[in-house]
Structures are given as structure tokens and as C-alpha cells.
């Protein structure tokens, strides 16, 4: 076997962040922030804030208007009356419809219909469980529709990514052992496989990237680490 070692980073997992945008047409307000520095620890479901609208409160009304029309037996009974009134269980539906496409659940649907108000604050809530990368807003703060508020990212996995020569590029596949060191941890070794070879050269640097998907449980591994990695190749 041939030993081969160059330097790498520790990186965050790519298919473990999320990026949390509001989903409320036009501009709406930074009514409450629950996650107010980077770095915060937050669970999957928490709510990081809460947005209140104009429009939302608008479409809440015509929801609630809707579904006091078709309680209140006020339904056309006509054809030619249901085309320029409405029908009010039609109107509910696309009212309710409306709503879910600006991010509003199904629970939430029926906790406005149950409390009857339009008064209501759209929570921002994290689908991921992991650290606040990336906090962009303040209280207070107006946001616009698919303005990124957080990036969360889940570092129970991380990746380390190494350099590899071009002249070195035969010596690498996917699938060989693989282990990495950091100077924060002397001691200690990190193994793994090579799951992903990149297909294109570095122009600048002739060195092909090399990565490997590696458990951090305790979260010692923390990205932006500098480490060694060696890498294990049968030549026979």
C-alpha cells in the first residue's frame, strides 16, 4: 500500500443546512426574535421569530368572512347569486388555500378559525435541528418575500474536504480508507472512506478535491479546522 498525505479542511455538511425565508407576500415586520446571536443551539420545529403582515391580517379576514358566510346559512342559492356573490365554502377553501402558500399549516388554519381573530403572527420555525450559522435580521427589521432570515446548519455530520495533487490523482477512489488528524485533538485520528472525488481540476492550485463524510456526535470536529489526511492505496 502507498500513503498519501496532504491537508484538508473541515466543512459543513452541504445536505445538513437549511436556509429559513419568509414566505409572506410583500413586506412584513420582525415582530418578535427568539434567536438573537450566531452560534444559538436550536431544534427542529423551535420558532426563531415571528412576522406580522398587513396582507396576511387582510387574508385572514377574508378567510374568517368566508366562513361566517357559510356558517350563517347566507350561501346563494342560485347559480347566477353563486357566480357574483360567491359561493362561501368555495371562498373558505381558496381563503384557507391562499394561506398555505405563504407557509401557514393546516393547525394553524384551524387555530384562527377557532379563535375567530385575524390578529395573527406567522411563526418562522427551523426544519432542522443544528446552530444558527447565520442570523441576518433584527427586530423590528421589514423582510420581503424569500429574503433569507437564518441558515442553520446540523454539524452531527461534517465534511473533510482534502487536496490532492494532479499527479496524485490515480492514487484516489472512492471507497478507500481514509483518516484525518487536527491540532486541536493531538492524538487522535478521525477514519472514514473516500465517498466523493471531485471530476474537475483546480486550474489555479492542479489539485482535484477529495472528500469524506465523517460522524461528529460530540461536535468536537468543528468547521474551518485545518487537518492532515492520509490516505490508504493498495498498489498490488
Known sequence: AETLATVGTVEYDERRQAQI???????????????????????????????????????????LLARRSAQGGTRPRSELGRSILGDPEE??????????????????????????KADFKVPIISPIGGHVVRKNVVEGQYVSEGQ?????????????????????????????????TVEAFPGQTFPGRVAFVQPHLDASTRTVEVRYDLENPDQKLRPGMFATVTLKTPVA
Open 21 to 63: 425565508a419568509s414566505r409572506i407576500r410583500g413586506m412584513a415586520r420582525v415582530e418578535t426574535l427568539y434567536v438573537n446571536f450566531n452560534g444559538v443551539a436550536v431544534a427542529k420545529g423551535q420558532t426563531l421569530a415571528e412576522l406580522y403582515s398587513p396582507e396576511l391580517y387582510q387574508a385572514i379576514q377574508e378567510l
Open 91 to 116: 371562498l373558505t377553501r381558496l381563503a384557507v388555500e391562499k394561506l398555505k402558500l405563504w407557509g401557514i399549516t393546516q393547525g394553524q388554519v384551524d387555530k384562527i378559525l377557532a379563535e375567530g
Open 148 to 180: 433569507t432570515m437564518f441558515e442553520v446548519a446540523d454539524l452531527h455530520t461534517v465534511w473533510v474536504k482534502a487536496q490532492v495533487f494532479e499527479d496524485q490523482i490515480g492514487l484516489v477512489r472512492a471507497g478507500q480508507d481514509v483518516e484525518a
